[in-house]
């Protein structure tokens, strides 16, 4: 098993950076991938960014450029730096482990953090 959770959201403005960090309760060093989903009210959760255990990394089209996914396989955390924000980005952001060797993997998910961008 593994808990996530999620820290870094808030209220900003336009223009503004956030930055959102994700803990796991242990060591992510095998981990498959880790990343970031958002769901804005009356849409699905769609991907944001992840980011594999060789450090590859992969953001949906609306976020490229703006934002950047990174880990830390010493403390067992992955961050993501959203600069540029937009009020389109409005959304509970959530932290997504996917765990494995075989299929099916094991995905775990945080409880969700607010991120709120004004305009």
């Known amino acids: 098993q593994v808990q996530l959770v999620e820290s870094g959201g808030g209220l900003v403005q336009a223009g503004g950076s956030l930055r959102l960090s994700c803990a796991a309760s242990?060591?992510?060093?095998?981990?498959?991938?880790m990343g970031w989903y958002r769901q804005a009210p009356g849409n699905q959760r769609e991907l944001v960014a992840f980011?594999?255990?060789?450090?590859?990394?992969n953001y949906a089209d609306s976020v490229k450029g703006r934002f950047t996914i990174s880990r830390d396989n010493a403390k067992n955390t992955v961050d993501l730096q959203m600069n540029s924000l937009k009020p389109e980005d409005t959304a509970v952001y959530y932290c997504?482990?996917?765990?494995?060797?075989?299929?099916?993997?094991?995905?775990?998910w945080g409880q969700g953090t607010q991120v709120t961008v004004s305009s």
């Open positions: 997504n482990a996917q765990t494995g060797r075989s299929l099916p993997l094991n995905v775990y």
């Open positions: 242990r060591s992510i060093f095998s981990f498959n991938t």
């Open positions: 980011i594999t255990s060789d450090g590859s990394t």
